[in-house]
């Protein structure tokens, strides 16, 4: 399954970077929500691709919201994480598929085109990065490099973000925003980044992510400490253990 899953999603990726340019934009309810044909072609593509694989799972995929989500076993897929990235040629954009049954995240993959970089994970088996295993950094909170997300389609909620920001700036050693939470999920299960929280995400957002976290040795929980669904949108954070320590006590403040 690892190596048809790699063969696929790198196909994915070579969609993504075929692109001259964006293509036409479509624009959906929320703020800064946009959708560009490669976002659909990819998913398209994805859909295809993975229904042979299991074709009793159902597929949950950003851009068609929800439709045939209704197996045990599901596909929760993003076919381009950072599409603002994308639309503007800023190169931190990747695919993300998981497969997932109820609450549980069996499979995790993120890719990154650009750096041809391919995370995995299976549920017990450990995460990896082009096929070498990877493991949560063991920084201490004062040395750590957070990344966090703004969750930009829901800027109403924006003091929640900026306050929890500027309480963790308070003992990390700096911050960084990337706009993919996937990417940012997969740098801290290699050790890249120390933390990241975002204050509300979609599943296909961090399905694959927190289970690259958890089998590197990290944690992943929702701001209030309770565990994430991979099937429903939630808030996430996550990190080294000794970067939770600091830092999850803080995110309670921010929880809904």
């Not at 890719?111 to 493991?135: T, V």
Request: aromatic share 10%; hydrophobic share 40%.
């Amino acid at each position: 399954m690892r190596d048809k899953l790699e063969k696929i999603i790198r196909g994915a990726g070579e969609i993504i970077l075929s692109a001259d340019t964006p293509g036409e934009i479509f624009v959906q309810p929320g703020d800064a929500n946009f959708v560009t044909e490669y976002d659909l072609r990819v998913q398209a593509y994805l859909h295809g691709a993975l229904n042979p694989l299991l074709p009793e799972a159902g597929f949950l995929g950003e851009e068609d919201l929800g439709e045939n989500a209704t197996g045990t076993l599901m596909w929760v897929v993003d076919p381009i994480d950072g599409t603002t990235n994308f639309m503007h040629g800023f190169k931190e954009s990747c695919v993300s598929i998981a497969l997932c049954k109820g609450e549980e995240t069996l499979l995790g993959a993120v890719y990154q085109p650009y750096r041809d970089e391919f995370f995995f994970a299976e549920k017990g088996n450990g995460a990896s990065l082009n096929g070498q295993p990877i493991h949560v950094s063991d920084r201490e909170p004062e040395k750590a490099l957070l990344l966090f997300g703004t969750a930009p389609y829901y800027r109403d909620q924006a003091g929640r973000t900026l306050g929890l920001l500027a309480d963790a700036f308070t003992f990390a050693a700096d911050m960084r925003r990337s706009g993919s939470a996937a990417q940012d999920m997969a740098y801290v299960a290699c050790g890249r980044a120390d933390g990241y929280f975002e204050i509300f995400l979609s599943p296909w957002d961090f399905a694959a992510g927190r289970l690259l976290v958890s089998e590197a040795g990290g944690i992943v929980t929702q701001l209030d400490g309770t565990p994430t669904d991979p099937q429903k949108p939630c808030s996430v954070l996550c990190g080294n253990p000794k970067v939770m320590e600091r830092l999850a006590p803080m995110a309670k403040k921010y929880a809904e």
